[in-house]
């Protein structure tokens, strides 16, 4: 409920002071609402470009962190993230989207920005087309932090990594709602 409702409901309910109602209307029109500001659609994106999948030929094989490549997991190769990040990719053409933890590298030559395990790929529909243009988002303002952290004074052209202010909440007003007698 807004203010403006609040002090409408209490001064319905006082009409031996007739004058005090449009008093309470006023100040509750002056003071202005609180809101949460809304984040940017956007702002988690990181990057966009090609994507694919592979499987069978690197199945059970060491990946650039030395784990050993499983295609069923959800796991991907990417040029720059540090390994352990979490990621979501999606496909704009269709909404779908797979959350993967990148283990691999890329050969620094690739035209693609990230090759998804088999089981990623699936979820995303890449078996049939092969590739597909995605976005690459993190999981939460945080981990952007980490990422400039990370990177240093150079990030990668092709990443978007920008500081995001955090928000800052209005301390909560506590209303009077007692009303005077004069």
């Given at each position: 409920?807004?203010?403006?409702?609040?002090?409408?409901?209490?001064?319905?309910?006082?009409?031996?002071?007739?004058?005090?109602?449009?008093?309470?209307?006023?100040?509750?029109?002056?003071?202005?609402?609180?809101?949460?500001?809304?984040?940017?659609?956007?702002?988690?994106?990181?990057?966009?470009?090609?994507?694919?999948?592979?499987?069978?030929?690197?199945?059970?094989?060491?990946?650039?962190?030395?784990?050993?490549?499983?295609?069923?997991?959800?796991?991907?190769?990417?040029?720059?993230?540090?390994?352990?990040?979490?990621?979501?990719?999606?496909?704009?053409?269709?909404?779908?989207?797979?959350?993967?933890r990148i283990n691999d590298r890329l050969p620094k030559t690739s035209r693609r920005i990230i090759d998804l395990?088999?089981?990623?790929?699936?979820?995303?529909?890449?078996?049939?087309?092969?590739?597909?243009?995605?976005?690459?988002?993190?999981?939460?303002?945080?981990?952007?932090?980490?990422?400039i952290e990370y990177f240093g004074d150079t990030p990668p052209t092709t990443m978007r990594?920008?500081?995001?202010?955090?928000?800052?909440?209005?301390?909560?007003?506590?209303?009077?709602?007692?009303?005077?007698?004069?």
């Amino acid at each position: 409920m807004t203010l403006i409702g609040i002090f409408i409901g209490m001064a319905g309910d006082n009409s031996y002071h007739p004058m005090w109602n449009w008093f309470l209307i006023l100040v509750a029109a002056l003071i202005p609402e609180y809101t949460q500001p809304e984040m940017a659609v956007d702002a988690l994106l990181i990057q966009e470009g090609t994507a694919s999948f592979y499987g069978r030929r690197f199945h059970l094989k060491k990946t650039s962190n030395g784990e050993i490549f499983h295609m069923d997991s959800l796991t991907a190769a990417h040029k720059t993230l540090p390994f352990d990040t979490r990621i979501k990719v999606t496909r704009p053409d269709t909404g779908e989207f797979v959350w993967v933890r990148i283990n691999d590298r890329l050969p620094k030559t690739s035209r693609r920005i990230i090759d998804l395990s088999r089981a990623a790929g699936t979820q995303l529909g890449l078996l049939d087309d092969g590739i597909a243009t995605v976005r690459i988002e993190v999981e939460n303002l945080g981990e952007i932090d980490r990422l400039i952290e990370y990177f240093g004074d150079t990030p990668p052209t092709t990443m978007r990594l920008r500081p995001v202010d955090d928000t800052i909440n209005p301390p909560f007003l506590k209303i009077d709602k007692s009303i005077p007698v004069f």
